[in-house]
């Protein structure tokens, strides 16, 4: 067991995504040993002559007011709020803001903008991360590359915006190095690559954090799963390399990785800061808008802030449960 | 030869960030076209301590945060994650402490920010803190869930048929073995409160002047050598961990 | 009796793991409980541990109902199939386990756990973390601690079904020589035929969550429906 460090972006993810996997898997980053644990199939009998029940309360109470408890209060408030339930300006229950939202184009071009940067950034990237792995496995299992490859994920997305900004902008440095190369006459004919309405800074910064982690994960599901085994009995059964790899390790490798590749699309979706330096005025993502909203001197936009909130849960926490769900037979004893 | 060519140049590109933000902190003066900054100078670095920046005390700021969380966040959801992982229900209360996460935190901070004004927590430390807590206990009770195991019962279990209360099986067994994950957890806690933006701002309204939210304030003033130098103090705790953890990994993994 | 079962009754939701199981153990003996995989025997031994309580039925310990007595205040060591040795101590340390637990003074300490390794045949490892041992070596320390807190009854659960053939014949070996040595009183659960008549002093047949025990080895083998007949006849057909 050791130590390891990862941005909040990732960090938290990697955990959190190796754990929707159906397993319960630690990582060592250089060595990538792993410690799996399946949590579908386990049901542990308690040891029930010693009674600790008092302290089993006591422990599940303090996980329901500190994990549960604040997010149903805060939907619960905010779905009264949008309501006119409760609030500055309540007037009895009202459906003015719900129809104002649902009703409105900006909404879903807000929502469609969002999937459209999550499907991008986990498209592109779970794409290079798995190309990487299968025709290189070993080098980010073992050597320079597999320390290396964590470094990325310990900027934080906000000074990876930030970063991104810096090389991107019309003022950064890959203008600058195109106008030395003489490519360009001034920085007014760099494309805009920031604060467009395509979302490519947004991208951009996502893909930078989202595939070192994919990186990581694949080369440990690779490890873990005896893929290089499988991929040699494939080249016995007459695969050549490029077969083996895409035949065999690739879609083993999303298979495992599915929930965590779903789960980090949903991040993506909800994700603040990267969108808030990078995102335009006329696009944008679901968090951004969110804030912006409940942040205006205006206070009619409180409550629609608060629809938009709730419609965003319904919709990630119906995925999520979905998602988080899925085979869980076996485990209703 | 070219094999390790790309390899040098993949590891170039993953550092090159680490690289740029630095040489950023240490400029003056960048302007367009020139590829580097005109002066250099660590003039920048000395502001860390200066009166008016305050980036040495948002430093300090967020690392007691951090610290305050990690600490008991730890610790908590070590034992909190026991009962969870061996109860009947485990895999329903996992699937309510990933709910958190997926939620974006900031649409939380939003939900939950009635709340906080009028208990009077909005702007304070203490409220920030207690609105990490929100997300860092539900992560630090999935991290441990996969530490309690049949084998880790059946430890708990040889050491009370060989006498030992659950007190004892807590301090001589359970928590040296989990010394590992228990450091790993710490750490991890740690960088998600030192990462944590979108919750801070809301919660604090501004007034928590975390680490963060003074990379953000410098961006907005377009001041990007103290947005870099404040960057560098972001960054500079996970990297330090990243390479201790290295040593750690083969000083004690065979 | 040092040890007896009276009825004893568990049932896990609709599955009925227990129905009425009753035993009763002599000191210094070793008692055989042979069973399939699922027929009861690993319940009962938690039950007896204390680490499962019965819906019904009671456990007595010298004559003392000890049902709802905790497991650290029964002394009755369980002992898995795995020897779940503490990772982070070493050999002496892990033999020590229990006794450091007691508090008792360093030098009884050392003097206990020096005289069952070497009866273990194990001095040479004191020193030596539990990943550097073989599979029979680890297994010898579990004995080892358990051994040292002197239980009143040991419960074996399958405790050699992880190793090959050659170490576990010269472990089945090890116990009933330290089992006299040490005048233990065990319940021995297994799978293995063999394996049951060997070590028991007598035999009992765990179906279908009752336990029969017969009077004498003799009477277990005569019985047709234990299987041994069977194994017998297969034998004799080959010569």
Redesign the interface.
């Given at each position: 067991?050791?130590?390891?460090?990862?941005?909040?972006?990732a960090?938290?993810?990697l955990?959190?995504s190796e754990?929707?996997l159906g397993?319960?898997?630690?990582f060592?980053?250089?060595?990538c040993?792993v410690?799996t644990?399946d949590?579908?199939t386990?049901?542990?009998?308690?040891?029930?002559?010693?009674?600790?029940h008092y302290?089993?309360y006591l422990?599940?109470g303090?996980?329901l007011a500190?994990?549960?408890l604040?997010?149903l209060?805060?939907?619960g408030?905010?779905l009264a709020?949008s309501l006119g339930l409760v609030g500055f300006r309540s007037a009895g229950l009202t459906l003015v803001h719900w129809e104002a939202v649902l009703g409105s184009t900006f909404f879903w071009r807000t929502l469609a903008f969002s999937a459209y940067v999550a499907v991008m950034t986990i498209g592109l990237a779970v794409g290079a991360a798995l190309w990487m792995v299968v025709t290189r496995p070993q080098?980010f299992l073992q050597g320079?590359?597999s320390?290396?490859?964590?470094?990325?994920?310990?900027?934080?997305?906000?000074?990876?915006a930030?970063?991104v900004?810096?090389m991107l902008s019309g003022?950064g440095?890959l203008?600058?190095?195109g106008?030395?190369l003489g490519l360009m006459e001034g920085?007014e004919q760099f494309p805009g690559l920031v604060n467009d309405t395509w979302g490519i800074g947004i991208i951009t910064a996502h893909f930078?954090m989202a595939a070192?982690f994919f990186v990581i994960l694949f080369a440990n599901l690779y490890d873990n799963e005896k893929l290089a085994a499988l991929v040699q009995l494939a080249r016995t059964l007459g695969a050549n390399p490029r077969q083996a790899a895409w035949r065999v390790a690739a879609p083993v490798l999303l298979q495992r990785a599915f929930a965590a590749i779903v789960?980090y699309g949903?991040?993506v979706m909800?994700?603040?800061?990267a969108p808030?330096?990078l995102g335009s005025q006329s696009q944008q993502m679901?968090?951004v808008l969110?804030?912006q909203k409940?942040q205006r001197f205006n206070l009619a936009d409180i409550p629609q802030?608060?629809v938009i909130?709730v419609a965003?849960?319904v919709l990630?926490?119906t995925?999520?449960?979905w998602l988080?769900?899925r085979g869980?037979r076996g485990?209703a004893? | 030869m070219a094999n390790r060519l790309i390899k040098y140049f993949f590891i170039g590109l993953l550092l090159f960030p680490f690289a740029f933000l630095l040489l950023l902190s240490l400029g003056r003066g960048w302007a367009y076209p020139d590829v580097l900054p005109q002066h250099w100078t660590v003039e920048n670095w000395r502001f860390i301590w200066g009166i008016q920046a305050g980036l040495g005390r948002s430093a300090l700021l967020s690392l007691s945060i951090s610290l305050g969380i990690a600490g008991p966040v730890t610790l908590a959801s070590f034992v909190v994650s026991k009962f969870i992982a061996y109860d009947r229900h485990r895999r329903r209360w996992l699937v309510l402490a990933y709910l958190p996460y997926v939620f974006a935190p900031v649409i939380l901070a939003a939900c939950l920010q009635g709340f906080f004004l009028r208990a009077e927590l909005s702007g304070k430390v203490w409220g920030v803190m207690v609105a990490q807590l929100f997300i860092t206990f539900p992560y630090g009770v999935i991290f441990f869930s996969g530490f309690w195991n049949e084998h880790m019962l059946a430890m708990e279990q040889l050491v009370a048929t060989l006498g030992g209360t659950v007190r004892q099986a807590y301090a001589r067994v359970l928590i040296p073995i989990a010394r590992g994950a228990l450091m790993t957890c710490f750490f991890q806690v740690f960088l998600i409160s030192w990462f944590e933006y979108g919750l801070t701002t809301l919660i604090g309204v501004g007034k928590v002047q975390t680490l963060t939210l003074k990379v953000f304030q410098y961006v907005t003033e377009a001041n990007i050598f103290y947005a870099a130098l404040a960057s560098c103090l972001l960054v500079m705790p996970p990297v330090v961990l990243l390479w201790l953890n290295k040593k750690y990994v083969f000083s004690r993994v065979g | 009796m040092l040890l007896q079962a009276i009825d004893i009754k568990k049932d896990f939701g609709q599955e009925e793991v227990l129905r009425s199981a009753r035993l009763e153990l002599q000191a210094g003996e070793m008692l055989s409980i042979l069973g399939r995989s699922g027929s009861g025997k690993t319940t009962l031994l938690k039950i007896l541990a204390g680490l499962e309580s019965p819906d019904s039925g009671q456990v007595l310990l010298e004559g003392r109902d000890i049902t709802r007595l905790a497991p650290n205040e029964r002394n009755i060591v369980y002992l898995y199939q795995e020897p779940l040795l503490f990772p982070h101590l070493d050999v002496f340390e892990n033999v020590a386990f229990g006794l450091r637990l007691r508090r008792l003074p360093g030098e009884e300490v050392s003097d206990r756990v020096q005289r069952l390794l070497e009866s273990l045949e194990l001095p040479e490892q004191a020193d030596k973390m539990p990943h550097q041992l073989s599979g029979g070596q680890r297994q010898r320390v579990a004995f080892g601690r358990a051994l040292a807190v002197q239980p009143k009854v040991l419960l074996l659960d399958e405790p050699f079904g992880a190793l090959d053939t050659e170490t576990r014949a010269s472990m089945q070996e090890l116990l009933q020589h330290i089992a006299r040595k040490f005048d233990i009183t065990a319940l021995f659960v297994t799978h293995d035929l063999k394996e049951a008549i060997l070590m028991g002093s007598r035999i009992g047949l765990m179906q279908e969550g009752e336990l029969k025990v017969y009077e004498n080895k003799q009477a277990f083998i005569g019985d047709t429906t234990t299987g041994v007949q069977q194994e017998l006849d297969f034998w004799r057909g080959l010569g």
């Open positions: 067991m050791v130590v390891k460090s990862r941005s909040q972006a960090h938290q993810r955990c959190i754990r929707a397993h319960n898997v630690t060592h980053p250089a060595t040993d410690l644990f949590v579908s386990c049901d542990v009998q308690t040891f029930r002559a010693m009674k600790p302290a089993k422990a599940l303090l996980f500190l994990a549960v604040p997010l209060a805060g939907l408030y905010v709020y080098a320079s590359l320390l290396f490859i964590y470094f990325p994920l310990s900027i934080p997305a906000i000074v990876m930030f970063f900004f810096q003022g440095l203008s600058r190095i106008y030395q920085l930078l070192p789960l949903l991040f909800g994700a603040y800061e808030l330096l679901v968090s969110t804030i409940l802030a608060y909130s965003y849960a990630v926490l995925l999520a449960v988080l769900g869980k485990d004893r | - | -």
